[in-house]
């Protein structure tokens, strides 16, 4: 008496159109994922010869623009006055505490402009600023 | 006698786990590459409300910038490319020293941007920003 009958037939499931899949799926994401990118200030950045990157995560790093005409922007935010800036950077600060400010300032902006925006982030207790430069110098 | 034994099996590689090491591939340079190729200068502000803590005048180097973007060091005038030299040299005698830089209001923002930098090229730590000099 037998009770199992043994299949020989091989029931593998088709592998070859893995890739195709697989590439439809990579395709679709790259078209879906959107970079977060900020269009700021045109700003002309001075140059610098020992800049290094930010350590670290982009999502870390706030930006904040400041051109000739003094206007100011934080991220995705344009600042109406200078003294706003605290408020929107310690928001920021609370909700992400490991933050750090990347400025981008117009080189031939003055030092009485920047000094102020030192201040406002010395208010709002953000204190690891990067000064943003190309390379060369 | 046999000399060339001519072998009839299939000699091929096998070619199943291509795409495997092709996506391990993609997946690895996906993950190493950086987009962003913006780098600064970094400095760390002096917190908020911070007390005057008392610094030994010796460990303190006084850099001065004015307007036209002459720059003065302990009361001597310096070119700005040779700064991080000399600042290298005082770091040298005295790890401990403290370059204090000052700025007038109207000072370019560029002229300073380069001091700092020749700070970070004489390896300064200790970078300390001193209120711009009111008219």
Redesign the interface.
């Known amino acids: 008496m037998e009770f199992k009958k043994k299949s020989k037939i091989n029931v593998a499931i088709p592998?070859a159109s893995?890739?195709d899949i697989?590439f439809m799926l990579l395709i679709f994401f790259m078209v879906a994922t959107v970079?977060k990118q900020y269009a700021g200030l045109k700003v002309q950045l001075?140059?610098?010869?020992?800049?290094?990157?930010?350590p670290g995560s982009?999502r870390h790093v706030v930006t904040v623009w400041a051109n000739t005409s003094e206007q100011v922007v934080c991220d995705d935010v344009r600042l109406k006055k200078l003294s706003d800036l605290r408020n929107v950077v310690y928001q920021k600060l609370l909700a992400n505490p490991q933050i750090k400010i990347?400025?981008k300032?117009?080189?031939?902006?003055?030092?009485?402009f920047?000094?102020k925006i030192?201040e406002e982030?010395?208010?709002a207790?953000?204190?690891?600023?990067?000064?943003?430069?190309l390379?060369g110098? | 006698m046999l000399i060339g034994k001519k072998k009839e099996k299939d000699v091929e590689i096998p070619s199943?786990s291509l795409?495997d090491i092709v996506?391990l591939l993609l997946i690895f340079f996906l993950v190493t590459t950086?987009?962003?190729t913006?780098?600064?200068?970094?400095?760390?502000?002096?917190?908020?409300g911070a007390s005057d803590i008392k610094i030994p005048k010796k460990n303190i180097t006084n850099l001065l910038?004015n307007e036209a973007g002459e720059a003065l060091l302990d009361g001597e005038k310096i070119e700005i490319s040779r700064i991080s030299s000399t600042i290298k040299d005082k770091l040298l005698e005295n790890e401990l020293l403290i370059v204090s830089v000052k700025?007038?209001?109207?000072?370019?923002?560029?002229t300073?941007?380069?001091v700092?930098?020749q700070l970070?090229?004489a390896d300064a730590k200790r970078i300390s920003?001193a209120?711009?000099e009111k008219d």
């Open positions: 592998t893995m890739p697989i970079f001075p140059d610098a010869e020992k800049i290094q990157k930010i982009k990347a400025l300032i117009d080189k031939a902006d003055k030092m009485g920047v000094s030192h982030l010395r208010k207790n953000a204190l690891s600023i990067y000064y943003f430069a390379p110098g | 199943a795409s996506f950086s987009i962003d913006e780098k600064g200068l970094d400095l760390v502000l002096p917190p908020p910038i700025t007038d209001d109207n000072t370019e923002y560029s300073y941007v380069r700092i930098d970070k090229k920003l209120e711009p």
